[in-house]
């Protein structure tokens, strides 16, 4: 007989195992100076949770259930004009593609609400689906096994670096946008892309500053949107230098500058 909550689950062993030794360092990117202090951050979840405790909780909406296919849609105020795909046909061809080489395609869903729109597509043999949100009552009960109840601030502790193809959030990163850029970059595979949404504008990625992370492929900051809806679609660099810039960071007696600062002890070293 067919279990709905046997889906297709991350490999806790091999995630697990970089919780031990985990060397992530909070603001090797942006530097600590200038990102929102945690204590800000953590002030704001517990308006967050209240406020998704108040959705419906299968309701088709921008912050609840939207489907997979619209996650890059204009219309949804998601995605610029000139920026529209169809995300789910995107994703499974990356599924059916990873299948046919016998790799397994993982992908993380920051902020999912329900989950409800991936439970098709989650059944899927190629696919490893893993998710985070803050309001565990809101969870599918057929998602739930892939699902933690974390801050994206926390996503370093609970995955291992370069782990995941493709981490998308679809309005799902209010308040830790610059947290959550960090992280995904951290977790995502070289090579691996993220495709990102939300309100009240972001305008911190930085195509020169931060040219050996990342690439960007699409990007709006939200600027000339209805409620600062921006998106960006950014893809990780081969050869990103994150470990070094995280020995950068570990360095206590300086204020972690980032990137530029990883950067200018880089030269100063040639």
């Known amino acids: ?81 000139g920026m529209r795909f169809d995300f789910e046909k995107r994703l499974l061809g990356e599924i059916e593609t990873a299948e046919n080489e016998g790799r397994t395609y993982r992908v993380l869903e920051i902020g999912g609400f329900s989950f409800l729109q ?49 981490v998308v959030s679809h309005y799902g990163i209010p308040s830790q946008q610059m947290d959550a850029v960090e992280n995904i970059l951290y977790v995502l595979k070289p090579g691996g892309e993220a495709i990102l949404s939300g309100q009240e504008g972001f305008y911190h990625l930085d195509k020169n500053a931060h040219a050996a992370v990342y690439e960007i492929m699409n990007y709006d900051n939200g600027d000339r949107a209805d409620y600062g809806a921006w998106f960006a679609h950014i893809k990780k660099r081969l050869d990103a230098p994150i470990a070094e810039m995280m020995k950068m960071a570990e360095d206590a007696s300086k204020p972690a500058n980032g990137l530029l600062g990883w950067l200018a002890s880089f030269k100063n070293k040639e």
């Open 1 to 81: 007989m067919h279990n709905p909550l046997r889906r297709h689950a991350p490999d806790k062993t091999a995630q697990n195992a970089q919780v031990q030794t985990n060397p992530y360092k909070r603001g090797w990117l942006f530097g600590t100076k200038n990102m929102p202090s945690e204590k800000e951050i953590m002030e704001e979840i517990p308006g967050i949770r209240r406020r998704e405790k108040r959705l419906d909780w299968d309701s088709w909406g921008v912050f609840t259930c939207t489907p997979l296919k619209n996650y890059t849609f204009h219309e949804n105020q998601t995605a610029p004009a």
């Open 118 to 166: 991936w439970v098709e597509i989650s059944e899927k043999k190629g696919l490893e689906l893993s998710g985070i949100t803050l309001t565990q009552d809101k969870v599918a009960p057929e998602m739930r096994n892939v699902v933690k109840i974390i801050t994206a601030a926390e996503i370093s502790v609970h995955f291992q670096p370069d782990y995941f193809d493709m």
